[in-house]
C-alpha cells in the first residue's frame, strides 16, 4: 500500500520561505506525475504544482516565480520550496502522487495534508 507523508508546514511571516517534503512509501510500478495542491477555509483544493515523470513542471499563476517543485528519486521524496510567502498561501497543503500500480492500472494518492500558516 502506497503511503504519502507530508512534513515541513508551519507558522511564517510574509516573505519567509518553508520548505515542504512528501516522502512516498510503498511499492509501485510506475510514477506518472506528482503534485502539491492546497486547499484554504471556503475554498475549493487547487493545484499548486505539478512535477511530470519526464521532470517537466507546471505551476499555477500565483506561484510562478515563488514556488519550486522537485523530486529526488532515490529518497523517493518530492518538494514544494516556497520562498516570498504571502497570506494568500495560507492553506492546507497536499501531496498527491499519480501511480502505475502495475502494468495496467493507474491510481491516484494523497497524503494527509500540512499546515500552512502566513502572518504576520
Known amino acids: 500500500q502506497v503511503q504519502l507523508v507530508e512534513s515541513g508546514g508551519g507558522l511564517v511571516q510574509p516573505g519567509g520561505s518553508l520548505r515542504l517534503s512528501c516522502a512516498q512509501s510503498?511499492?509501485?510500478?510506475?510514477?506518472?506525475?506528482m503534485g502539491w495542491y492546497r486547499q484554504a477555509p471556503g475554498k475549493q483544493r487547487e493545484l499548486v504544482a505539478v512535477i511530470i515523470s519526464d521532470g517537466s513542471t507546471k505551476y499555477r499563476d500565483s506561484v510562478k516565480g515563488r514556488f519550486t517543485i522537485s523530486r529526488d528519486n532515490a529518497k523517493n521524496t518530492v518538494y514544494l520550496q516556497m520562498n516570498n510567502l504571502k497570506p494568500e498561501d495560507t492553506a492546507v497543503y497536499y501531496c498527491n502522487a499519480d501511480l502505475g500500480i502495475d502494468s495496467m492500472r493507474r491510481k491516484n494518492y494523497w497524503g494527509q495534508g500540512t499546515q500552512v500558516t502566513v502572518s504576520s
Open positions: 510503498g511499492r509501485f510500478f510506475s510514477i506518472y506525475a
